[in-house]
């Protein structure tokens, strides 16, 4: 079994930045990657960024060049740096870590708006 737990969502204007952040615990042997996926109201959950235990990262179009994924091995944490949030960033940012299953947290609440 693997936990997760997400951090640092909130409320930011347009142009503002967040950092993300997920800490992992349990059985973390098993996990071959992790990533950061949202979901938007009315919207399905999609993919924003993943990064692999040996370091290979993956965006979605949309967040190319601003986002950016990375994790602490130490820390058992993956962060999500987000600058030039737009309104349209605004979702629920979940947490996964996969391995021969999927693990989810419970999310974290991005608002962008003025």
């Known amino acids: 079994q693997v936990q997760l737990v997400e951090s640092g969502g909130g409320l930011v204007q347009p142009g503002g930045s967040l950092r993300l952040s997920c800490a992992a615990s349990?059985?973390?042997?098993?996990?071959?990657?992790m990533g950061w996926y949202r979901q938007a109201p009315g919207k399905q959950r999609e993919l924003v960024a993943f990064i692999t235990s040996g370091g290979i990262t993956n965006y979605a179009d949309s967040v190319k060049g601003r986002f950016t994924i990375s994790k602490d091995n130490a820390k058992n944490t993956v962060y999500l740096q987000m600058h030039s949030l737009q309104p349209e960033d605004t979702a629920v940012y979940y947490c996964n870590a996969a391995s021969h299953v999927t693990y989810w947290g419970q999310g974290t609440q991005v608002t962008v708006s003025s």
């Open positions: 349990g059985s973390m042997f098993s996990i071959y990657a």
